[in-house]
């Protein structure tokens, strides 16, 4: 099976973008990591980033031909984006949300997620490993399904 791990607007500049919240990995050092660990469970991964919202739609829409479940961290559209809520909800394959921050130590507006009214779960504060956790919940939601 194939998972679709799908980050949103800034994270291609993770290393660079306040690595005191957000933690000195690079984008592509989470996708090797990611690509490691979901092997070991016997999943392929597509990994995609998008500054763009219609982008990250598209990926989703695109989830329930090609795969079996989605990670998705959707950075700040997390807190804004219903078409992207919309998304989730039609794709019809577990979604677990991640972020690096713990999105409720942080402002208020962070504290909501449309992302969660479509997800099993979510993981935030654990940095990078965060990825690595979702990658387990999504392995066991997709083989209890
Ligand atoms: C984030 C948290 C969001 O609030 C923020 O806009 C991001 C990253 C995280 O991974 O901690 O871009 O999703």
Redesign the pocket.
């Known amino acids: 099976p194939i998972i679709l791990i799908v980050n949103?607007?800034?994270?291609n500049m993770l290393g660079k973008r306040q690595p005191e919240?957000?933690g000195r990995e690079t984008l592509a050092d989470i996708e090797a990591a990611c690509i490691r660990h979901a092997g070991l469970a016997g999943l392929d991964v597509e990994f995609r980033q998008s500054n763009h919202e219609g982008d990250l739609v598209d990926w989703i829409q695109g989830a329930r031909e090609r795969a079996a479940g989605i990670v998705i961290?959707?950075?700040?559209y997390?807190?804004t984006s219903i078409a992207i809520l919309d998304a989730l909800l039609s794709a019809e394959v577990p979604c677990v949300e991640?972020?690096?921050?713990n999105?409720h130590q942080?402002e208020d507006f962070?504290h909501h997620s449309f992302v969660s009214k479509a997800a099993k779960g979510m993981i935030?504060g654990f940095g990078s490993h965060g990825y690595i956790l979702a990658i387990d919940a999504l392995a066991r939601l997709i083989r209890g399904s």
């Open positions: 949103g607007p800034n994270l919240v957000y961290n959707a950075g700040a997390t807190h991640v972020h690096l921050s999105i942080r962070r935030c």
